[in-house]
């Protein structure tokens, strides 16, 4: 006889099972997409452009004579172990074109993301499992440091894929000892992972370790003696050998403090002294967690410290960091992507993405993976196993879902909407690479003039059948009136960020759930105002040639080569269709409507975009036409976020949505949420909601009009898949 209810599980999980499929192909399609393009983007380029550091391995016009040093020119960066077993493979590649040794490092690749996924500690769920392997491969293929071994032809991922071997459970003390110590000839660093062993309990193997890394070098020596005394004594393990030390790619200890401008024995001896300190301080974190069962994590804290403590740590050298991530950092749910949201982003941009170009804070950027590598082998309070949290993160709180409107709408109905703010660190960084991307495609957008003043034409010509070409006598009219071309120009320059950025921080304190719907509705209309500008670059009217438009801002320009101040070159100046300015401004009266029921606010907030119309016109920065563009991109916005996720939670409330189921308690919620300040998210008015909520109650009494329809998350406590 048949059970009714198990039926209806298996009913449930079957849809969720082939989901679960159809997400893990599609990610390793998009692996092989990623792989595919890094070869290409090797093997399409001339033969002599190709894999530009072979050469440094190959010699002299690529004739491997016997004698020749391998230091010579000081480009040689390796080990003398490195150039005698590693040389004839590069002669051999550079004969083929480097094909094989592009294809070669790609299988490097692939077998150290698959190793990286076979040493995550468990217990891991079934999904878990199925995505940890291409999801590492996905990350380490956009990683700087696998992206600078493809590009220059270097061998850093050899050592990284023998480390890692040599920590997987079943590998056998002689065979780990052997692996590390064959490492760690290849790359000296790699030596501080037998003091790991050793820390760990695994003697025999740090033994092996040490014995393995003397008989490598001194084969070596025996080999090259001259080129072994260059190395080991003249350079002191590879110093000075490769490109300035001090050059911000040698995210070394040693490279900072010579950017900072420590010379000769001063130098010196503080870099000893804080490679010791780190050094101690991160290979006892690392056999802690090496105790506690999390060995790709330990590797990852010694590989940081290898890093910060060399005397060069190139780009091709940091691959170490990228495996940091894999750490788990925070007890609520909500914090639990910071920490690899950080090491991800840091080795998969360039600074400038991190942080702004400004001298007092480019500093951060031009460190940043020296930083999260001293970051995460000295002061990152990784959770261990034993604690509770490391399975069961304590939930905050969440509203109910929204209710489908129309036919399937939302795409995300049931998706649970937080109530509590988002990482305030998370939250920056995110939109700070935001707004760099925005900037940089923006940049990459079309801009040649003739289609520019083409469109140009067009707008004219629309605009003058629809009888509202005002631009030309309203610009003129601000041209010759001082006070106001002064003001118009000031408001132009200033109230673009000031106002939505104020607006952004307010939302961020005091109101969080309209601060995620306002954050998402903007970044979607600016999203698609990016289409906008690639698809129809636009001539502004000051840079239409012959018609007699005044550049308030900048003054009368040679349109053959105007003049913006620090914009030029480095700022799409024909990225006018639609104007944002606008777009941003309309967004702002949105949500000052949002915010509050008083009278005189609302007023300015509507007066706000028609004011902007007015300056972007008499600055002659735009038609009407983009204005009207702005609104559209703006109304698109919102629309997209209500697609996506449906009504805010407030709305929800006000309409009586029933709450989520709460297998943890409501009060456990609030609690879990309760330990945080608000710099990592927490928000007080939720969680004394969350508290206050009784079974049964009706949603959003008693609350405030954004608190309604609160509950706590309707996500099971400790669900599979948190790896």
Known sequence: MANPERNGLRAIAEPAASRTVLAVGALWLVVALLAARQAAAVLRLPPRRRLA????????NGVLRAGQPLYGDGSFTGTPFAGLVLKPFTRAAEQALGVGWTFGTLLLVVATGLVTARLLPGPLSRRAALFAAPVALVLLVVSVPVRNTFTLGQTSVLPVLLVLTAFLPRCSARVSGALTGIAAALQPAVLLFAVLLWAAGRRRAAATAAGTFAACSALAWAASPDDSWTYWLRHAAGAGLGGPPDSPANQSLHGLLLRLGAQGPLEIALFLVLAAAVAVAGLRRAARYAADGQWLLAVALAGCVAVAVSPTAWQHQQLWILLAAVGRVGRRRADRLVWPAVVVLVMTLHRDALVPKIEWIGLIGENAPLLAALAAACAVPFLTRAEPEWLRPRPAPHASPAAAGAGRLPLLRSWPQPLTRPNLLLELLLIRVGYWAYSWVR?????????AEHHGWQILEIEAALRIDVELWFNLLVARTGWLESAMNFAYSAFHFLVPLSLLGFMYLRRPVLYRWGRTSLASATLLALIGFWMYPLAPPRLMPGLGFVDTAHGPQDLDHPDFGALTGISNQYAAMPSLHVGWSLWCAVVVWRLTPALWPRVL?????VLTTVVIVGTANHYLLDAAGGVVVVAAGFGV?????????????????PELPDPAGAADGADGAGGADAATGTDADAERAARERRPGAVPGRGAEPELAGRTASGEKAGAPGES
Do not use: F, K, M, S
């Not at 940049?443 to 289609?451: E, S």
């Not at 907030?605 to 975009?609: A, C, E, K, S």
């Open 53 to 60: 550091d072979l050469e440094t391995w190959i010699g002299e």
């Open 605 to 609: 907030g509507v007066l706000y975009p």
């Open 641 to 657: 976020r209500h697609l996506l996720i449906g009504r805010t939670a407030e709305q929800a409330g006000a309409a009586g949505i």
């Open 443 to 451: 940049g990459q957008a079309p801009d040649g003039r003739w289609l």
